[in-house]
């Protein structure tokens, strides 16, 4: 089987191990394993992964991001912020699923507020990638999102 190393390698992805004890709203960042940035536009292929789990499930976090990236999909399964988006090349989605960070609307659709400053945050890890993720973040959701600053 192939490993998460050797897959990354195959579709050109990189992985990011984070601390969350280094970032603003760590509270937050604790509960995540990992998520994925992928935009073909780009060429941003990254998958993030919690520094806090053991060496054998911070491979498998990476092996499962990764897949989401080979499959063309970017993954944000932020638990705390109950926001998950996922893009591809062929299909996009936005789950309803929201709590504090978002406004307390029944659904999310063009009406729907998401504050960016404290949406963002949650990305403010240092990595050169932050830049393209954000613009990626913002340009793929503003499809479905009225951002407020």
């Given at each position: 089987m192939e490993t998460w190393q050797e897959k990354a390698?195959?579709?050109?992805?990189?992985?990011?191990?984070?601390?969350?004890?280094?970032?603003?709203?760590?509270?937050?960042?604790?509960?995540?394993d990992g998520w994925a940035v992928y935009d073909k536009d780009y060429d941003v292929k990254v998958a993030f992964i919690n520094a806090h789990r053991s060496t054998v499930v911070?491979?498998?976090?990476?092996?499962?991001?990764?897949?989401h990236i080979?499959?063309?999909?970017?993954?944000?399964?932020?638990?705390?912020?109950?926001?998950?988006?996922?893009?591809?090349?062929?299909?996009?989605?936005?789950?309803?699923?929201?709590?504090?960070?978002v406004c307390s609307y029944e659904s999310i659709d063009e009406n729907t507020i998401i504050d960016v400053n404290k949406f963002l945050d949650l990305y403010?890890?240092?990595?050169?990638l932050y830049y393209k993720a954000e613009k990626i973040i913002k340009e793929k959701m503003l499809e479905h999102i009225r951002f407020s600053y």
């Open positions: 390698a195959r579709i050109g992805a990189e992985v990011v191990i984070f601390d969350p004890d280094n970032y603003p709203n760590s509270e937050d960042l604790e509960n995540v911070q491979g498998n976090i990476a092996y499962h991001e990764l897949e080979e499959q063309g999909h970017s993954h944000y399964p932020f638990s705390t912020t109950k926001l998950m988006y996922e893009s591809s090349a062929n299909d996009s989605m936005l789950e309803k699923r929201v709590d504090d960070y403010e890890l240092g990595h050169e």
